[in-house]
């Protein structure tokens, strides 16, 4: 207790401060959770609720694994939060909802990383020492990274997360691809490829990002031979202009390609002719600046059988009728070079492929020219646009600003290049299925939710459109590709006891095994080529795309993980950015329904991206970055939590220090409702003191109906993954129905009833129960903060997060409530006047006169609400009278002020408390028996 003047009344007393510090409070709760084994003590809390038929069953989300290479970033930090707020609701939701972190560790970054670190020495490495080096590396990061992911809040299986790099998950992914050889979902062929010169492999659509890139457009005129233009009665000299954006490929160059339906005007510049795309004719006039004079009008058909001579090479191609060329641009014939172009490839491959682009992106010795040799692609553009000045062959030349790809790891722009590799098909009918693996991507989308729902049409046409998925890298550092082939005809021996073998011996002794495993451990007896009777066979040097690590985590995960079983596949939740429609979401559909014909989830929602507070990426050039650790040094990580799910996080988010501050404000009030609630319980014994709800008091019983609707609403929030609903709804309920309504009216009884009267216990017993229940309700994103308060609490026992979200439907109609409410509004705004000319001070000053309408005089009585109007307006004296409409008239109250709960009905005390109100005069003879 605490004095007044000379009168005691009972103040919110508690142990949980208003100060949070949280940079300093919460490291000392992970290492009690840690202790605790809390992870592992929630999931048999769930596993035993299930048993029982108490639960609710198993509900999992699958953790995208994150790339081990450096410390976490806000991107980071964004996505486990949110997949934390999953977990955890599921948790509280009732569900069995197993965690297994994960991470990806093969790949290109490492590799290069590493490289970086050796310099020299890595070339006095063999093949297994430098794979060595790369899963050290990894799992340097890999700790750094599960420090900072559980310095964040979240809960999992920390101790036995799925690494890719895991011998044992290489085993299990060369098992897959083993399937997916028997399935015949596996090609090798002969085909144009992204490739990337930085990294020297091929890349998957899904590694390809676009930049800004300026590039020369041209417009270049190849000779048609005299005799060649005659057969066709065309005149002469005449030339086929192209346009391109490359000027490198043009040494490639084995055709070029009209539309056989368009229609080609032959004009007349000068002393040369050309031959043009009726629609583009004033363009090309423009160019070159010169008058055209139309001389004939054919059908491109009509040329399918001219050839024409190289612009500068010694080299005679024909023009070839294709229906992908279009008069959007150019002149509406193609430049067609086989070795750089998927269309080219498509159209033009029976003409043979040149092959003088190395892996290096630098001409090679076939290109037979001493300028071009050793150069990278990009640089011998200036080269070749001197060429073609040379020979009189460039008609015009511009600068074009285009969004062109670039390898996603290295940053430097890729380019087509003609190569062999394995590839995963999309159209070919898979065994055992009936459908191709497009017909199965596609339906596994239409049967997935996707949130937003809008990322099903995303993915949908990717999916409708990719080509063949490119699976193979030249590279070292990743799962090999287990495949014995001819050495002869090339062609792989699908035999399961290899991919078996490799299997086992990768499972022993990692990536590593492959190499050094002899061929005569792998071949099976007698064994030939099914294509040419060849009895010779090599294995594959070529490893995997890292994309099929993780994109068949689901299917090993839950044959390798304690925490899963086989019968949680296909029922996942996926939760990432918005990348990963062409990345993991992708990835994991289509390798796993290739594999086994079931795809892994059944919902997938996705995040954007973190921004600075101007909407810019985060960059260290532009000095705008924020660390997750900076933040949680200084605010903490429940700060962190409340950004998180306080934000629309479909869209891209932003993030900064006033961003932050806002969340700390709101932080604030949230904390500071929880420690009223906890003050009010000071030597609350809820065995002792604690009073049945049907004997809690009007205002009580209206509060705890309030707050179920408000639970049943955050729990349907939780469930659709809408975070930001969740937390407006909690914060809204804390500063109107508990701070600005309930806790108004609440203190004085709470402060000044008698300990023990019927009035306090019942409040005390509703502050019990909302603890309890806000706790819960808080615990997906404030985790520190909930589990504190949840210690807090009289009589509770465990972890805020071993409870079940609050159910139930309150036993008052909110109805005549909601109208004292809106009246309660008013009379607070009527009071405001008054206030500021200091004729009254505090509301119980006031004596109010109200005119209700005759509908709600009822309402608003005491037999209906069970409480005094005056009570709750918190006002000394109301009069009401019958009126047309609302109205409010206040004057300051003439009786008594009562000198220790300041009511002013006062007068009933005898001697020197003579001034005190009838229920403070009996609490004050009561403390004095």
Request: charged share 25%.
């Amino acid at each position: 207790m605490s004095d007044k003047k000379k009168y005691a009344v009972y103040l919110p007393r508690t142990d949980f401060p208003m100060k949070a510090d949280l940079p300093q409070r919460e490291p000392k709760r992970l290492e009690a959770w840690k202790a605790d084994r809390l992870y592992e003590r929630i999931e048999a809390k769930r596993r035993a609720d299930n048993a029982a038929g108490k639960g609710r069953g198993r509900r999992i989300l699958h953790d995208g694994p994150p790339y081990a290479n450096g410390a976490i970033h806000m991107g980071h930090a964004l996505n486990k939060i949110l997949k934390d707020i999953v977990v955890k609701s599921l948790w509280l939701d009732g569900y069995e909802s197993p965690y297994v972190p994960g991470w990806d560790c093969h790949g290109l970054p490492i590799e290069h990383a590493v490289e970086k670190d050796l310099g020299p020495k890595r070339r006095e490495l063999s093949r297994s020492e430098f794979l060595a080096k790369c899963r050290a590396y990894a799992a340097k990061w890999i700790d750094t990274q599960r420090t900072g992911f559980q310095r964040l809040g979240v809960l999992g299986a920390w101790g036995e997360p799925y690494v890719t790099m895991e011998p044992k998950y290489e085993g299990a992914v060369v098992r897959l691809l083993g399937q997916l050889f028997e399935r015949g979902a596996v090609t090798r062929k002969l085909k144009v490829v992204h490739w990337s010169y930085g990294a020297r492999t091929a890349l998957a659509e899904a590694e390809v990002e676009y930049a800004d890139k300026t590039s020369p457009a041209i417009t270049v005129a190849f000779p048609v031979p005299d005799a060649e233009a005659q057969r066709l009665d065309l005149p002469t000299p005449l030339y086929l202009p192209i346009w391109t954006t490359t000027p490198w490929t043009l040494p490639s160059n084995l055709a070029i390609a009209l539309h056989p339906d368009m229609e080609y005007a032959v004009v007349k510049a000068g002393d040369r002719h050309y031959l043009v795309v009726v629609p583009l004719l004033e363009d090309f006039q423009k160019k070159l600046g010169v008058e055209l004079h139309t001389k004939g009008i054919r059908k491109g058909a009509e040329f399918q059988t001219l050839t024409y001579r190289h612009a500068w090479l010694d080299r005679t191609s024909p023009v070839l009728m294709a229906d992908y060329v279009t008069a959007d641009a150019g002149t509406g014939l193609v430049h067609t070079a086989p070795d750089h172009g998927v269309d080219d490839f498509g159209l033009a491959n029976h003409l043979g492929l040149l092959q003088l682009v190395g892996p290096d992106g630098k001409f090679t010795a076939a290109a037979n020219d001493p300028d071009l040799e050793g150069r990278n692609i990009f640089d011998t553009n200036p080269v070749v646009l001197d060429k073609l000045k040379a020979v009189g062959a460039l008609l015009h030349e511009a600068k074009l600003e285009h969004s062109y790809p670039h390898c996603w790891r290295t940053k430097t722009p890729i380019f087509f290049r003609a190569t062999e590799q394995w590839f995963i098909t999309m159209d070919d009918e898979l065994a055992g299925h009936g459908q191709s693996l497009r017909e199965l991507g596609l339906s596994g989308v239409d049967t997935t939710t996707w949130v937003p729902a809008q990322g099903r049409n995303r993915i949908h046409a990717m999916i409708s459109g990719r080509p063949d998925w490119c699976i193979s890298r030249q590279r070292a550092w990743g799962t090999p590709i287990t495949v014995l082939r001819c050495s002869d005809c090339g062609e792989p021996l699908v035999c399961p006891e290899v991919f078996e073998k490799a299997a086992l011996a990768i499972e022993a002794r990692g990536i590593e095994a492959w190499s050094e495993m002899a061929l005569e451990e792998l071949l099976p007896v007698g064994s030939t080529c099914a294509k040419c009777g060849g009895t010779v066979f090599q294995k594959e040097t070529d490893i995997l795309d890292v994309w099929i690590d993780s994109g068949v985590s689901a299917t090993v995960v839950c044959r390798t993980s304690p925490e899963l079983k086989p019968e949680d596949y296909g029922k996942f939740i996926y939760l990432e950015g918005s990348d990963q429609h062409r990345g993991w979401f992708h990835s994991s559909l289509l390798f796993n329904l290739a594999a086994s014909g079931d795809k892994p989830y059944d919902t997938v929602v996705t995040h954007g991206f973190v921004l600075d507070g101007k909407g810019q990426k985060m960059s260290k050039s532009l000095g705008n970055v924020i660390t997750p650790d900076e933040i949680m040094k200084t605010l903490g990580a429940d700060i962190l939590r409340l950004w998180a799910a306080s934000v629309d996080y479909q869209e891209d988010i932003r993030i900064s220090k006033d961003i932050l501050e806002r969340n700390a404000d709101a932080y604030r009030k949230l904390r500071n409702t929880l420690r009223f609630l906890l003050g009010a319980l000071a030597d609350f014994d809820p065995a002792r003191d604690a009073v049945p709800q049907d004997q809690w008091a009007s205002l009580d019983r209206w509060v705890w109906s309030a707050f179920l609707k408000l639970a049943a609403e955050v729990r349907q929030a939780y469930r659709d993954f809408d975070f930001l609903k969740a937390t407006q709804l909690l914060l809204a309920f804390c500063q109107t129905e508990l701070s600005g309504r309930y806790f108004e009216i609440l203190k004085d009884r709470l402060y000044c009833d008698a300990p023990d009267s019927p009035r306090r216990r019942s409040c005390r017993t509703a502050c019990h129960k909302l603890a309890e229940g806000l706790c819960i309700l808080i615990a997906p994103v404030l985790s520190f903060t909930a589990d504190e308060a949840w210690t807090a609490i009289p009589g509770v026992e465990g972890h805020v997060f071993e409870q079940r979200f609050p159910e139930g439907e309150g036993s008052m109609d909110l109805g005549g409530w909601n109208r004292l409410w809106e009246i309660r509004e008013a009379v607070q705004a009527a009071m405001e006047p008054h206030r500021a000319a200091k004729a009254i001070g505090t509301s119980l000053d006031a004596k109010l006169h109200l005119a209700l309408k005759v509908e709600d005089i009822p309402t608003l009585s005491t037999p209906n609400l069970g409480e005094a109007l005056e009570d709750l307006l918190v006002v000394s004296e109301v009069a009401v009278v019958p009126g047309e409409d609302l109205a409010i008239t206040v004057e300051p109250h003439p009786g008594t002020k009562c000198p220790r709960c300041w009511n002013h009905k006062g007068g009933a005390g005898q001697g020197e408390d003579a001034d005190l109100c009838p229920r403070c005069w009996a609490v004050v003879q009561a403390e004095r028996a």
